[in-house]
């Protein structure tokens, strides 16, 4: 594939909602739709490769560091925390966030919690995570790895794989079956695009449906 052809499904993917690649992932019998993680703060889509960081609790012999990596967050990134689903400490605050804005950073999701949401909003940096809490992570956990597989809840993400979010929640999608799953969700899109236009036109709902093979779009495949 030239860097011209992937460019090209990447920005038209872009356009999907979270409910769009959602239903390709089941068509192609892949996990990818992480439950309980929502948007906390920041305006429009998520969309990105990820950089993974895992968080541990903190090594109280040695103690490490809780946010520092983000000088190696590269312009359009997702960064995607694996903080274990803790809720009793954040591991994502203000400075993070506006930094993470004026470097471009394209948002941040967090199997865990935030705070300082209100100078995320002000920034409009993307943020999703399972709540919002604010008491420190400094000297409860620490960065234990960075550019490692995570997990956020029940789906696992890897470096690269790329990360959808929306008002409805978080998609991750494996970079290796990327360009397959945003294909079959345009050609989805497309379709309940020409069932829509056919029932505004005066056909029926059903007939809509039919004629399109709405029933068998999210069918999973084999």
Not at 22 to 38: K, N, T
Not at 114 to 121: I, L, N, S
Not at 138 to 150: F, I, L, S, Y
Request: aromatic letters at 6%; one cysteine or more; charged letters at 20%.
């Amino acid at each position: 594939m030239t860097q011209q052809t992937q460019a090209g499904w990447i920005e038209a993917a872009k356009a999907l909602t979270t409910a769009e690649v959602s239903d390709a992932l089941d068509f192609f019998r892949l996990p990818g739709s992480a439950h309980g993680i929502g948007r906390i703060a920041g305006e429009g889509k998520l969309f990105g490769q990820a950089y993974t960081v895992r968080y541990a609790p903190v090594d109280t012999a040695a103690p490490g560091t809780v946010g520092d990596y983000l000088d190696e967050v590269p312009a359009g990134a997702i960064v995607v925390i694996d903080n274990a689903g803790r809720t009793d400490c954040t591991v994502w605050g203000g400075i993070l966030s506006a930094l993470s804005a004026h470097r471009g950073v394209g948002g941040t999701v967090i199997n865990g919690v935030c705070r300082d949401t209100e100078e995320a909003d002000q920034a409009n940096y993307r943020l999703y995570a399972r709540g919002r809490f604010m008491r420190t992570g400094k000297d409860r956990v620490q960065v234990e790895a960075v550019r490692v597989p995570v997990s956020l809840g029940d789906v696992r993400v890897c470096p690269g794989d790329f990360v959808v979010g929306d008002a409805d929640g978080i998609v991750v999608v494996p970079q290796a079956r990327a360009e397959e799953v945003f294909g079959k969700a345009l050609a989805t899109r497309g379709a309940e695009e020409k069932i829509l236009a056919a029932a505004l036109a005066g056909a029926t709902l059903s007939e809509a449906r039919r004629q399109h093979g709405y029933h068998t779009l999210q069918r999973a495949a084999g």
